[in-house]
């Protein structure tokens, strides 16, 4: 019941089990095929490059910050916590000039200061998370496309925490480049990154393409300008997994598997139920702590679904309290970065583990667990403030796919 990664869906482990096939096999190639067509519907988009990035989601967040940006460029970074400083990290390695606009932690970054930032710098991309799981917050994102298209900028999303569990469109908000990974509302395991990558970020990626000399055709032109990278080169993985079959890295065939499972059983509960499932949880588990006498951290109009941070009651031992819920029950939650570290715990809803029962016992653990350490609250209070959320949801947002 961390901030990810979670358990995995018992489906995906047993899809990694798959056997291999060669990396043209007609069924492998069918399968990246299908991956692509899985991974718009997750991404609710009609991007024609919807596919896989082989890594953790950081190769997602560098394959798409490499290829979008040259040295010199300028990039604006909306920071309100962790992850926007990663990628401000990330632009900087590829040459380019951060700016960066900053919400104090807990709160999401206002459109007008963004809007203003846009205006001002006119950079090449805007680039920002959507659910930093450091703080909580989620950013909204349905005005930045419109800013940063007025401004002739791209806009970049990383949406590693919050895809899944959380309303995302990749098309009706007009992102340009969205990345994320499996181990957070996706319920996979770490090591695939799915992006998928707008026409206007297309044009901007092909005007940089390189082709291997070993594979080049006569009269094949390598930019110029080409991608910094050759691993994470979006130019060159368009061409892998597009027609053209160009070699570039094996695909990796059972994170493959994984991906495609972890859309499909997305897909089959249905999106919205997914999304539906993953608020309830949130808003149990937040209903419950704070019924436990502990105060929510951050904006909570601006919480992700998926994950809720409480601030460590005073004379409490913070890692005495998460070790024992791991020894004694078996739970994990987490600790924080940064600013926050010691002063809050992060209780993850998400995955697999965005269930009642999970909540529930999350709660009644906690809340023993709590006591033995001198903070007391009413007996079963947060058992019964998380029920009570419950009670006013459709019974089928209580248990993944709506099973018993
Ligand atoms: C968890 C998380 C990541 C993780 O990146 P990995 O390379 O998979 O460890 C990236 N971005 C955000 C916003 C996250 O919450």
Redesign the pocket.
Known sequence: MGP?PVNADPRVLRALSTPLVGQYDPWMTATMTETMGLYRQVFATENEWTMLVDG???AG?EAALVSLLEPGDDVVVPVFGR?GHLLSEIAERCGARVHQVEAPWGQAVPASAVREAVARVRPAVLAV?H???STTIAQPLEELGAIAHEHGALLYV?A??SLGGNPFETDAWELDVVTA?L??CLAGP?GSAPITISPRATEVIDARRSVEAGIREPGEETSSRRIASNYLDLAQIIDYWGPRRLNHHTEATSMLYAARECARVILQEGRDAVIARHRAAGDAMAAGLAALGLALYGDQAHRMANVVAVEIPAGVPADGVRTALLADFGIEIGTSFGPLHGKVWRIGTMGVNARKDAVLTTLAALEQVLRRAGHTAPSGAGVDAALAVYAERPAEVATVGGHA
């Open positions: 990810g953790t989601s950081r967040i992850f998370v659910g930093d799981t990383d590693t925490a990974g181990q957070k770490p």
